[in-house]
Nanobody
Framework: QVQLVESGGGVVQTGDSLRLSCAAS????????LGWFRQNPGKERDFVAA????????YYSDSAKGRFTISRDNARSTWNLQMENLKPEDTAVYYC?????????????????WGQGTQVTVSS
């Protein structure tokens, strides 16, 4: 059974940068997509970014485009979310996730495995 563990969250100020990482452990299945979502209390889990492993094509939400970058390190079974120019509205719990099969890359229902989440707080 694979487990995903996020790291790198914290409290930052508007305009700062953060790098989130996701490490996979256990039996690591072949993946189709690696992704990041975020969620605030009482709200839906929103898509942030995804990477298609077959060709490293990346996808971003409108709010993440131009500021966030998703990347992966195959040798370490990790993937990252580099976040630049953070804004208070980026405050959320960020979850890394992986999908074995294809589907809507921006839908949480496509993804099979989730981390526990890491809090990102951006103060104004």
């Amino acid at each position: 059974q694979v487990q995903l563990v996020e790291s790198g969250g914290g409290v930052v100020q508007t305009g700062d940068s953060l790098r989130l990482s996701c490490a996979a452990s256990g039996y690591w299945f072949s993946t189709y997509l690696l992704g990041w979502f975020r969620q605030n209390p009482g709200k839906e889990r929103d898509f942030v970014a995804a990477l298609r492993t077959a060709d490293d094509t990346t996808y971003y939400s409108d709010s993440a485009k131009g500021r966030f970058t998703i990347s992966r390190d195959n040798a370490r079974s990790t993937w990252n979310l580099q976040m630049e120019n953070l804004k208070p509205e980026d405050t959320a719990v960020y979850y890394c996730t992986a999908a074995q099969f294809g589907g809507d890359w921006d839908s949480p229902h496509t993804y099979d495995t989730w981390g526990q989440g890491t809090q990102v707080t951006v103060s104004s």
